[in-house]
């Protein structure tokens, strides 16, 4: 039977340390089967490359599995997984590089053309942080999205909606946080929607769990690449996010 099993394997930091792992199958007609195997709650006593393989494996051999020289497995792209998993062909998630560099722009003081970039995005994050703890949602058309690292792209998402509902956002703010909105330059933030939707759309067509998607992996990243273009008429601060970017 000419079919094809990989692994994947993620792990998860939200207080608790979880590691889920999932059996990717594609079968003689293309058809892309997915089964989760287990997510649980990391016991062992440090996160250390042998120690992470030793969890992994057990979970494995509890379902007759191993991992040998013919095994394919995706993880994130960090260097301790890459060690953990050095004696298999461990393909690193195309998801996880993208989303990289999106992090990495608004979140990295290490490169000071993004300045402008970064203190929007720690103004609308203030913002947002500051909605949800005063528990007023409820005045506004959309629930604002807060940050997180975890998740893919969640900039733009953060983004996106407080731009969408900008002119709303005033009347759940005290005075104190008025002077910050006041602040951010709601033309650079719909520039920034504008050019990082893209990433989110291709994400999405990347994660999709019922077929194949590794085909597709290079067409997008050149469209990704394009996408990078600057254009002499651009704010100077798009041009260095996209300059950022397109060095991935």
Known sequence: ???????????????????????????????????????????????????????????????????????????????????????VNCIGCSVHYMNKPMEKTFTDAKNIDLKQAQELFSQVRELVEHVRRCHKQNKLSKKLQIYSKTRFNEAFHMFNIFNEIFDEIPHTLSTNFLLTYSLINQKFLQDICNFISTFDEVIEKLSVDTRPTLHLVVPLRQHLIDHCSTFDDEDDNLVHIKKFISTY
């Open 1 to 87: 039977m000419n079919s094809y099993l990989g692994a994947i394997s993620k792990f998860l930091f939200v207080g608790i340390h979880y590691c889920g792992i999932s059996l990717h199958h594609i079968n003689n007609s293309n058809q892309l089967q997915v089964f989760v195997l287990a997510c649980r709650a990391y016991d062992l006593n440090n996160q250390t490359s042998p120690s992470i393989r030793k969890f992994v494996n057990s979970i494995l051999e509890e379902f007759g599995l191993r991992l040998d020289s013919s095994s394919f497995i995706v993880s994130d792209n960090e260097n301790k997984m890459k060690s953990t998993f050095n004696d």
